[in-house]
């Protein structure tokens, strides 16, 4: 029995991640909230504001903390402590709310996006800078660092010593060069690889056969001597590793008779460079947290030029775009119907066609959205949904900061659609309407249009919210082109699109607005 304080020794393992945030996608939102405490002491004193600071913004919820407009840190600090009290010691932070605060930190500090230390300075790494200002979106972010990753490294007490990402895409692109793909339950095999020997792994493969999840199980129970839960074994691990090489833009799962994993064919030439890239680390960077930080905040310019070469070519037209989503449309046989049921389930995480699972929930929604709009629309419009998509044409990353959700145009008019699943009113006015405007008119390849409309659609609109567009529709006002918008609750501007009343109500809406500013001001 390994004596308390004593650290145990290293084993192989399952490659995993911290599942208690399953969808990275929701990183960039915590790293938003926390940026201000960049440079903060990890101390008790300031990990109770940042941990405090996290329900306050929604990311962390519980029912015994009530959270309102007017809620403030002194008005439930006590019980951030309470609610806490019981978290086990974890990351070499104490039980109890500074735990808490490792349980975000974990995975971040693992792909080297922080330095999260307890009693030492928190620090974001320039990746995650950038990340945050939107000099580089989610996919690129994710891609790069998980090409730093090492899976034996400070916070993974390991015996595996490689990088699980460059293993399995090598895997992917030695199995498509056969007109093969991974099946999941493969791929669950290739998590408990010792030391990412390619060749090694598809001979097992060859040589085995997993027809299910049980099979699975049994041949890691035999060869691995696997002593965790079946659930965690073949759902929790692999969940939230096959996300973060979505995220990454690596690879796109399909249906086939079984869940397939493919290499992502419009990130093809970029994964290859991307593995070409030598990165390694030594051994006390692997295990020293400062050495590994050090470590894997360098050569951050050499995978840069490679990021902005890629984008060079990515430029696409609209034409493209509205293929895709054609695309999408025929695979998947979506009407109407389908997809109307499709965005009432958002926020219920399971949808009505099982490829779309892995989707994060606020990218569904500018998915279906997209969806919805082509059906209705269909050649009347050029329509440029701007996520990131596979070669298929389902979204595995948010549109890059600098651009809007959704874009629509014609000879005559610029159509905008910003949609968002924030509730928070702090985080929906500070995240959701300056950024919205500044996509409105950044787009100089539709200065010329004669109209321009803005749809924003949230789950609800604050007050405030509306509020601030009325206040820029007025502001904003240019006599070389006529500018409508309104803001929209899901419901509302599903129930407008079906109609085909879209731009009439925009124009009704801003109407009513400047009428109403009028009558005030006389």
């Given at each position: 029995m390994t004596k308390k304080g004593a650290k145990r020794k290293p084993e192989f393992k399952q490659?995993?991640?911290?599942?208690?945030?399953?969808?990275?996608?929701?990183?960039?939102?915590?790293?938003?909230?926390?940026?201000?405490?960049?440079?903060?002491?990890?101390?008790?004193?300031?990990?109770?504001k940042i941990v405090g600071h996290l329900y306050l913004n929604n990311i962390v919820k519980s029912d015994k903390i009530q959270i309102d407009d007017k809620t403030t840190f002194d008005d439930i600090k006590e019980e951030v402590v309470k609610v806490n009290s019981t978290r086990n010691s974890d990351g070499g932070f104490p039980k109890g709310y500074q735990s808490r605060f490792w349980t975000y930190m974990r995975t971040p500090s693992e792909l080297g996006f922080v330095y999260a230390r307890y009693n030492e300075t928190f620090r974001f790494s320039e990746i995650a800078k950038m990340l945050i200002k939107g000099d580089i979106d989610e996919q690129e972010a994710f891609s790069i660092q998980s090409m730093k990753y090492n899976r034996k490294n400070p916070y993974r007490n390991v015996s595996n010593d490689f990088n699980f990402f460059k293993f399995i895409l090598r895997v992917l692109l030695k199995l498509r060069e056969k007109g093969k793909s991974l099946s999941y339950e493969q791929f669950i095999v290739a998590m408990f690889s010792q030391n990412g020997d390619v060749e090694n792994f598809i001979e097992v493969i060859n040589e085995n056969k997993f027809p299910d999840f049980k099979s699975v199980y049994q041949f890691?129970?035999?060869?691995?001597?696997?002593?965790?839960?079946?659930?965690?074994?073949?759902?929790?691990?692999?969940?939230?590793?096959?996300?973060?090489?979505?995220?990454?833009?690596?690879?796109?799962?399909?249906?086939?008779g079984k869940k397939l994993i493919k290499i992502n064919e419009n990130k093809l030439d970029y994964i290859v460079d991307l593995l070409k890239i030598e990165f390694g680390l030594s051994d006390n960077e692997k295990s020293n947290p400062s050495a590994y930080f050090k470590k894997?905040?360098?050569?951050?310019n050499e995978f840069l030029r490679l990021i902005y070469r890629y984008r060079e070519t990515d430029k696409i037209d609209g034409e493209y775009y509205r293929n895709q989503i054609n695309n999408i449309i025929n695979i998947y046989e979506i009407d109407e119907e389908k997809i109307l049921k499709s965005i009432e389930k958002i926020g219920n995480r399971r949808t009505i066609i099982e490829e779309f699972n892995e989707i994060p929930e606020p990218l569904k929604l500018e998915f279906f959205i997209s969806i919805l709009i082509a059906l209705k629309y269909g050649d009347q419009f050029a329509i440029r949904p701007n996520?990131?998509?596979?070669?298929?044409?389902?979204?595995?990353?948010?549109?890059?900061?600098?651009?809007?959700d959704i874009e629509l145009f014609s000879n005559e008019i610029y159509w905008l659609i910003e949609v968002t699943l924030i509730r928070n009113?702090?985080?929906?006015?500070?995240?959701?309407?300056?950024?919205?405007?500044?996509h409105l008119y950044s787009n100089e390849e539709f200065a010329d249009r004669l109209k321009k409309y803005l749809s924003f659609i949230a789950p609800i609109i604050?007050?405030?919210?509306?509020?601030?567009?009325?206040?820029?529709?007025?502001?904003?006002?240019?006599?070389?082109?006529?500018?409508?918008?309104?803001?929209?609750?899901?419901?509302?501007?599903?129930?407008?699109?079906k109609e085909k009343r879209n731009f009439e109500d925009m124009e009704n809406y801003t109407k009513h607005v400047f009428d109403t500013f009028r009558k005030n001001l006389n």
């Open positions: 490659m995993a991640f911290e599942t208690a945030v399953r969808n990275p996608d929701r990183y960039l939102e915590i790293f938003k909230a926390l940026i201000d405490f960049d440079g903060v002491l990890l101390n008790d004193e300031n990990l109770l890691v129970e035999k060869n691995y001597g696997v002593t965790t839960k079946f659930k965690t074994v073949t759902r929790d691990y692999p969940d939230v590793v096959r996300r973060v090489l979505i995220i990454s833009g690596f690879i796109t799962i399909r249906f086939s894997l905040e360098s050569q951050n996520y990131k998509a596979d070669h298929i044409g389902k979204p595995y990353s948010h549109a890059p900061g600098n651009k809007g009113k702090t985080q929906q006015l500070n995240q959701e309407t300056t950024s919205v405007i500044r604050h007050e405030d919210t509306e509020r601030f567009y009325q206040y820029a529709m007025v502001m904003e006002r240019n006599p070389e082109h006529k500018l409508y918008l309104k803001p929209y609750s899901i419901d509302e501007f599903v129930t407008v699109t």
